[in-house]
């Protein structure tokens, strides 16, 4: 099971009644957050997961309301007992920043670890149960979008275990993961364990412009956030100017990269009610959804 | 007349319902911040008095909870179409956290003037209509608290014009503060003024132990706007490691200072209801006010 929040929906800066866009995940006690703009930890705090918990922080870019609140978090972090490692990661530029941000919020509790995510893209990195994958995309500034993977291990298969004649009080061991030596012979894990699995996926873009390395990032999610600067088609100019989407470009991402769902967000200061644009946009991908803040999905493993 | 807006009441981290404490301060269309904390931008954004004509920004010290919203906040400013410089000013460290501050809001439209103040404080530095008064309090970091006022001009005495038997076409310029050549002899404006008239003092301090250099600040001040850590004096060896204060000492500074009225704020965030502790409090001081978040004030010239 993967739960996500997205804790703002808001681009440039905040303001009342929406928080910067940034993102929560939590899977099995571990969580990810990703970009930690000014506010990030207050609209933490009313979702109410906890941060103790949070692992990883991927940042997208450097751009002021995606990495304000950092100094901020992390100190409040500090406060929460935290004692573990955290790890950062971001495109090139980030020990630079993270300096800017120990400027800040210096003696934090915690050692913090710094992953600059090469110019070929990170490939299935793992860090607990997550496997993070991260491309970069095409803003003002260095920018990468990142997906998340749940893998699902196969299931151990009984009949399988019969057939080998396994006596049940090997079965423990071997469903852990385990060999056992039977009459001899070495029998491996894997040779009890019923298909692959599919997992879960979940893909965050922003701020960019509707390049190729998206659709890589995205290709199939559960669940794929991808910002939209402008809901009208007029704001083209702009998005080319600022490097940004419309709606309708990240409608034509998520529907070329077969995602099942796709959460808008990351709207324009001047954007008042991006729900007017939301019919449009589902004439291209039907399972758009227009992000609110604190918004929340429990995402679950398929039955197979 | 000057308006003050007290733009939160928190302290150590922002919460949901709790903006981080911060002042602004408007007169005749010139506004100072004092302190920008994570989130200050999204207050002032709802009292509404706009950001453009913030001409100057003081710091207290270097904690997070007072600087995160720099570089958000600088950056929005920047978006406001602000070209005019700014002054930012603050205890000794100014310049290598703005270097960091700049770090995460590069390519500000606008120049930034630093004005590092001195150990042995600044002494009615004047910038627009404001005096700037700021000495160094006793915190965990170095520390600052301001007094500023807006002073105000004698009046023209028009029996002191006709004694002097000045002629009505004259009174202009003398009123304006020139001088005028009658009869071979110079008569300068303040020979024709009334007597001292009485401006307006606003003082803010925060994080402190209750030191001396408190009283000097505020002394006298139609409004004194001052920290209140802990509720409880039994929070007293909490305050003494903190160096930060409990309502009872911010009374008894307010008393001895001769100020007129006492808001507190930045409120520790365990403590949920500042307003308990106000009965005991009014024992000390009585004009002692809790402060709440946008909570505003009109102060006007006495007639004098």
């Known amino acids: 099971m993967l739960k996500v929040s997205l804790l ?21 006690g ?10 990030t930890q207050v609209a933490l705090k009313e979702l109410g997961w906890g941060i103790k918990n949070i692992d990883v922080i991927c940042l997208t870019h450097y751009h002021p309301d995606h990495i304000v609140g950092l100094p901020g978090f992390l100190s409040t972090l500090g406060n929460s007992e935290r004692r573990e490692k955290i790890t950062i990661m971001g495109p090139k530029g980030l020990h630079k920043i993270m300096e800017a941000v120990m400027v800040m919020a ?11 995510i090469p110019v070929e893209g990170l490939e299935h990195f793992s860090i607990g149960n997550y496997y993070i994958k ?5 803003h003002s ?47 491996e894990g894997n040779e009890v364990l019923g298909p692959e699995r599919s997992g879960l996926k979940i893909s965050y873009c ?13 290709y199939k999610s559960d669940l794929f956030i991808c910002e939209g600067m402008y ?3 007029d704001y083209l100019e702009r998005a080319l100017g600022n490097k940004h989407m419309l709606f309708s470009e990240a409608a034509k991402i998520a529907k070329s990269a077969e995602v099942n769902e796709m959460w808008l967000t990351h709207f324009s200061p001047s954007l008042n009610e991006p729900e007017g644009y939301l019919e449009k946009v589902k004439d ?21």
């Open 206 to 218: 922003t701020d960019t412009r509707p390049v190729e390395n998206i659709k890589e990032i995205c």
């Open 30 to 39: 571990s969580m990810i957050l990703i970009d930690c703009g000014e506010g």
């Open 106 to 116: 210096p003696y934090l509790p915690y050692p913090i670890e710094l992953l600059e």
């Open 134 to 138: 991260s491309l970069y995309l095409e």
């Open 284 to 304: 291209i991908f039907e399972n758009t959804i227009i992000g609110e803040d604190l918004m929340e999905k429990e995402l679950k493993f398929k039955e197979n």
């Open 231 to 233: 809901g009208s088609d």
């Open 8 to 28: 703002g929906t808001g681009g440039t800066m905040p303001l009342p009644g929406r928080n910067l866009t940034a993102l929560l995940c939590k899977c099995k």
């Open 141 to 187: 500034v260095p920018c990468v979008g990142y997906s998340i993977e749940v893998k699902r291990g196969r299931k151990f298969d009984p009949n399988k275990a019969k057939e080998l004649i396994i006596p049940v009080e090997y079965w423990n061991t071997l469903q852990k993961g385990g060999s056992i030596l039977l009459n001899g012979k070495t029998i």
